[in-house]
């Protein structure tokens, strides 16, 4: 069924000749699925490719909640970590990787993808309005579409990407085989998330920056102040609709068990000096 690289014609960019039916992943004809007879719409361009299993319903509301909060706000992510520095720095990392045919799942307005150099750039997200915005910074092919149920063959891509996206999936194992499916043999996924310390991994960090190998005993009265006098104040979060919540051990589990393994994990409890907001933000390397 399925042709190689080797043998597919050439597509013109642009077309939607390289999407498929998001649930049963046959080829589509003008946005309708060859196999199931759904038709699937496209707004303002963008073809939205949800899927019509009752079990992501919710998938509606959710999109408009993230529309909300792109209609809101720029930068929406800049305060929670995505800053400048993660972006050039996660950018940097992926050229590590063969990146021919790249996705990104999740690529709000788009500032990542504008840094990645790859000779085909895809990208989803559930939010129209965080496209339009990635539309206007850069070009690349873009979908309305879950990372449960992605519309794309199998096979598709050299290199998947997601920063922040993993902990809002709705059915993270299904996300993961997903994003195992459309990888060619040998390529890699690199994900970036927010994991729950173990208040074992708390300490360690806490050791590790206060007390162990350096004793930084002014450094840490000023912390105790921040968390016994004046209470940290938080920066305005923005909410969003899932949170899952897992351990650096569990998501790692997760992803070997649903065949991605993991080459690489990095957090700035093992390397000191990584552009990340937190000792909870990971990001894992995996084939494959
Ligand atoms: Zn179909």
């Known amino acids: ?13 642009g077309t939607l000749d390289d999407f498929v039916c998001p649930d049963c ?10 196999a199931c007879d759904r038709e699937y719409r496209q707004v303002d361009g963008f073809p939205i490719l949800l899927s019509g299993d009752p079990r992501f319903e919710a998938v509606q509301a959710t999109a408009a909640v993230y529309d ?30 063969p990146s021919g ?3 990104e799942i999740g690529c709000g307005e788009g500032f990542l993808l504008t840094a990645v150099r790859a000779e085909e750039r895809f990208a989803t997200d559930l939010s129209v309005e ?13 979908s309305v579409a879950l990372g449960e149920r992605l519309p794309f063959p199998d096979e598709s891509f050299d290199l998947v990407a997601s920063v922040g996206v993993m902990e809002h999936f709705f059915d ?3 996300a993961l085989r997903e994003t195992r499916r459309v990888l060619r ?20 960090d806490k050791i590790s920056a206060y007390l162990f190998p350096e004793l930084r005993l002014r450094a840490l009265a000023r912390w105790l102040q921040t968390r016994l006098i004046e209470r940290p104040r938080p920066a305005a979060l ?51």
């Open 1 to 13: 069924m399925r042709s190689t690289a080797g043998e597919r014609a050439p597509v013109p960019k």
């Open 172 to 174: 993270i194992g299904e």
């Open 130 to 142: 965080a496209l339009r915005a990635a539309r206007a910074r850069t070009a690349a092919r873009f």
């Open 101 to 103: 045919r790249f996705l």
């Open 185 to 204: 043999p040998g390529g890699h996924c690199i994900v970036l998330t927010h994991v729950e310390l173990t208040l074992w991994e708390r300490l360690e």
């Open 238 to 288: 923005v909410r969003q609709p899932i949170q899952n919540r897992y351990t650096t051990r569990a998501a790692r589990v997760m992803l070997e068990t649903n065949g991605l393994e993991v080459v690489d994990v990095l957090h700035t409890r093992r390397r000191k000096g990584l552009p990340l907001v937190g000792p909870w933000v990971v990001i894992y390397i995996a084939r494959k």
């Open 25 to 34: 992943k046959a080829p589509l004809a003008d946005l309708r699925c060859v």
């Open 68 to 97: 909300e909060i792109y209609r809101r706000q720029q930068g929406v992510w800049e305060n929670q970590g995505r800053t400048r520095e993660l972006i050039a720095y996660f950018a940097t990392l992926l050229t590590r990787f």
